[in-house]
């Protein structure tokens, strides 16, 4: 069990967050996180990346026990002796998806998308090439009708004349209910099934502890990170560099993600338990 005074889970976003700007996460981070599960403490990668990208992200945080990724649709219970065990894989059906890219379209224009379909290791996104798009991802182009012949797991798009919290906001007008749809600093909104994000993805993990959200404690950085804002109650602590709307909405806010903010945060909290004093025994 956790020490008095601590969360009984604790959930990070990645990129933004944890990763520093060079993609590199410290020495000083995975010392603190492996110190965070000494304390008895889980803790939770909770990640836009999609399932493809598992392999990078246990290598950015070793320590996690569960990964909430593909905004809340794939989770995967890394604690197992047997292996991982996947707790959710939702997707949202072509359809579905095909349809709200028209509406959407027919509001802003014609819009750069790209799929993201299978779960395979390092498998490649599907779409419109888009040169604005940050990583180094294997693509393969494909028409939208090939993207959206079967279910997803996420979608992205762009329109060069929206910056992303515009596009962002037309988006979650038009989908009325059919997706879910956030924006994580990449420049495109990401499209999920209805229902899937961070804080129902974090639920699954909780619930299987049975930990309510009242002992959860979650880092982040972007609007993607809201919901699990929203949902967790013992700590909400934006990164120094996070987005405007995130901040707001923070208990506090620690140093920024290139000056490893969220393991100075915990690093101070194990300390502040640390010294709490203890009942002598009788």
């Not at 090439?129 to 393969?140: G, N, T």
């Not at 798009?157 to 515009?166: K, N, T």
Request: charged share 25%.
């Amino acid at each position: 069990m956790p020490r008095p005074g601590l969360p009984k889970l604790v959930a990070t976003d990645l990129d933004g967050t944890l990763v520093r700007g060079d993609d590199t996460v410290s020495a000083f981070t995975h010392q603190v996180l492996d110190r965070v599960r000494e304390a008895g403490v889980p803790i939770v990668a909770a990640t836009g990346r999609g399932p493809r990208l598992a392999e990078l992200t246990r290598n950015d945080i070793r320590a996690a026990d569960y990964l909430v990724m593909a905004g809340g649709g794939f989770v995967v219970d890394q604690s197992a002796a047997s292996g991982p065990v996947v707790l959710r894989d939702e997707r949202i059906h072509g359809a579905v998806l095909a349809e709200f890219l028209v509406d959407l379209e027919a509001e802003v224009g014609t819009l750069t998308v790209m799929v993201e379909a299978l779960d395979t290791h390092n498998a490649p996104l599907w779409g419109d090439h888009d040169p604005a798009w940050r990583y180094p991802d294997l693509f393969e182009s494909r028409t939208r009708a090939e993207c959206v012949a079967g279910s997803v797991l996420k979608a992205f798009a762009r329109r060069p004349d929206h910056d992303a919290d515009a596009l962002l906001a037309v988006a979650q007008r038009v989908a009325a209910g059919r997706a879910d749809v956030t924006q994580s600093g990449l420049g495109f909104i990401e499209i999920t099934p209805a229902g899937v994000n961070k804080a129902t993805g974090l639920a699954v993990v909780a619930a299987s502890l049975g930990i309510d959200p009242s002992e959860v404690l979650v880092f982040g950085d972007m609007p993607n990170d809201l919901p699990m804002f929203e949902w967790a109650r013992w700590g909400r602590v934006a990164v120094g560099n996070a987005h405007p709307t995130l901040r707001a909405l923070a208990d506090e806010v620690t140093l920024s993600n290139d000056a490893d903010g969220v393991a100075v945060f915990l690093d101070r909290l194990l300390a502040r338990v640390d010294q709490t004093p203890r009942l002598r025994a009788a």
